[in-house]
């Protein structure tokens, strides 16, 4: 007879119970047992054609440490291109916080690299906030958090960011709350 999966996890899952005493739920992932909480996914924000925005999200925060937002972890990619003015500039920032409420998340980073009309971003932290819909999702952030205009301050604290007031461009992808 060859094992499943699931029968090993829900054989498993009776043993617990009946050493313990404790309900594990027997069919519950890996991951879920390993992440508190996580922002994925890849998606264009919905402007007109000639400002193309593009944030790529990989983001964790690992169960034993959901009492500490800060100890998040991963990467957020972002690229921001104008047709007129003539502007552009791509960026990654490495994770410092992750906060999620239902399927709200709130993140920041500080930039690591970049380029184009974003390279004076690096060493600056950005927030950013998601509502994942399930459809067109909605998304908040500032370009004021890495200093644009250059007269604004160089930093902000961690999970810190702006209502979801604009949306993703229908097809061109999703991100995911957890």
Known sequence: MTLTRTRVAAALGVLVVLATGVAVP???????????????GTAMIDRPKGDDITFTFDARLDAKDKADPGKARGTIKFSHSMENPKWGGSAEARVDCL????KVATVSAVVTKADGGLKESVGKRVGLTVHDTGKQDRFGYSWAMVGIPNDLPDDMPKCVSAAPFEKTRPGSGTFHVR
Request: cysteine-free.
């Open 26 to 40: 027997a069919f519950a992932s890996d991951a879920q047992h390993r992440e508190a909480a996580a922002l994925t």
């Open 99 to 102: 906060l999620t409420g239902g």
